[in-house]
């Protein structure tokens, strides 16, 4: 990665940006590939990175509809964990935690991440029950995770209401201290940069419209710059998933909803970590810009929109004031929405299809950012292979007929 110094970064900035070097190529689309990426997101990206670096196929097209991470990767809150309950979700996203500690050096790009850990609140002697089982689970499988007590919560978030006479009492909780959060635009920058330089095109402002398919068979896409002849097709689309699988004549099983999230006006260095309190769906951190952000739950009804619903601002905003009340005078500056794809067992599905040569990455709800590296890394040695990487052959899409579904949102309350 190029080094500039302070003189030279202000020459830049004087100068327009005209003679900064460009990250990764811009070219027009070929005629044929071997593969074709749809979503050019952190998934999408990944995923032609690690085609190109671990199996040779480079040559490969990520299209996406708009600009690079502008969908769900750029509408997030940048949360990285591991700690889940069942123990194939917990290898997996263990897996990917692994890989956020290593991308800065790996593709040579600071990523922001910073490993201040995630705490959980529990509002009820029920929900620090069901913790301890969740907490023995995660540290019998090796991943680092331990039970709090009252006490040590206050110890380490002051601002928080610990009153007796508390709308929501704390009775407890646990924390994963490697979690952490990084700078999603970087985390995207940093795999179009990697993908490019191997070969890859990436192609933004090219929207696919229609899939070509015979005998069952993947044979090609059709986009607004052209048609384009491939044998292999991976979606990688987030909340628009089943608008892509229609193309291909298949009918998912995910429910498409808005997840919103908020930041506040910049204050001075307050809050260390990233609390969430599963009873309210609300959780909460600070940017290394000083602004606090707060996610909640998704909207309660379908929609391909990035708005969201007054009701839900709302209901997240009086959980934070509650939990928090010396952040009730602070002022909300922005709010965004991501379409968020959710699977019936809020698991992921990284599968082949029943269409020969059509590959999805899908069912990732509202954890698909912490997903991004094992999510490329396991979806390019599926399409490389044609078969599943061992990591996510759990998630494959004929669980649902089989019956053998990993119900994270039954065993942790809220599939966050």
């Known amino acids: 990665m190029a080094r500039y ?18 990250a990764w190529r ?16 952190g998934h999408g990206l990944a995923t032609a990175y690690y085609l190109a670096k671990e199996h040779g196929i480079t040559n490969v097209a990520v299209l996406e ?11 997030n809150t940048a949360v990285s964990r591991s700690n889940y309950f069942y123990p194939e979700s917990t290898r997996f996203y263990e897996h990917s935690l692994k890989r956020y500690e290593t991308m800065g050096r790996d593709l040579n790009f600071n990523i922001m991440f910073s490993q201040n850990g995630i705490i959980s609140l529990a509002t009820s002697r029920h929900d620090m029950e069901i913790y301890r089982r969740w907490v023995t689970s995660i540290q019998l499988q090796g991943v680092d995770c331990e039970v709090l007590s009252p006490d040590a919560i206050a110890a380490k978030i002051p601002l928080l209401n610990m009153s007796a006479s508390a709308r929501y009492p704390i009775y407890g909780g646990f924390m994963q201290s490697r979690a952490g959060i990084s700078r999603h635009d970087a985390v995207a ?19 696919v419209t ?8 993947i044979r090609g896409v059709q986009t607004n710059n052209g048609n384009i002849r491939t044998d292999k097709v991976a979606s990688a689309v987030a909340g628009h998933s089943t608008l892509v699988a229609n193309m291909a004549g298949l009918k998912l099983p995910i429910v498409s909803q808005c997840l919103q999230a908020m930041v506040t006006e910049p204050v001075k260095p307050c809050f260390d970590h990233v609390v969430i309190c599963p009873a309210v769906h609300c959780y909460l951190s600070q940017s ?20 969201g619903t007054l009701p839900s601002t709302e209901a997240v905003l009086s959980a934070v004031v509650e939990l928090y009340p010396a952040f009730s005078r602070l002022k909300l500056m922005r709010q965004w929405g991501g379409i968020v794809d959710i699977a019936p ?11 020969t040569g059509f590959y999805i990455s899908t069912g990732w709800g509202t954890g698909g950012y912490k997903a991004i590296p094992a999510g490329g890394e396991t979806l390019a040695y599926t399409i490389a292979n044609d078969r599943p990487h061992p990591l996510v052959e759990p998630f494959s899409l004929d669980r649902f007929a089989r ?3 990993i119900d994270e949102g039954a065993a942790a309350g809220v599939a966050h």
């Open 210 to 217: 229609g899939l070509e398919l015979s005998d069952g068979r």
């Open 288 to 307: 290394d810009r000083g602004e606090l952000v707060i996610g909640g739950g998704a909207d309660t009804h379908p929609s391909y929109g990035q708005r």
């Open 345 to 355: 067992d809020s698991s992921p599905i990284v599968s082949k299809t029943p269409v």
């Open 65 to 75: 509809k708009g600009w690079i991470g502008g969908g769900n990767t750029g509408r």
């Open 403 to 405: 019956g053998r579904l």
């Open 189 to 207: 920058w940093a795999y179009a940069r990697a993908a490019s330089a191997l070969g890859v095109d990436v192609i933004q402002n090219c929207e």
């Open 5 to 22: 110094s302070g003189f030279s970064l202000l020459k830049h900035a004087l100068g327009g940006h005209q003679g900064w070097p460009k």
């Open 26 to 41: 811009s070219p027009e689309p070929k005629a044929a590939y071997d593969v074709v990426i749809i979503g050019g997101g």
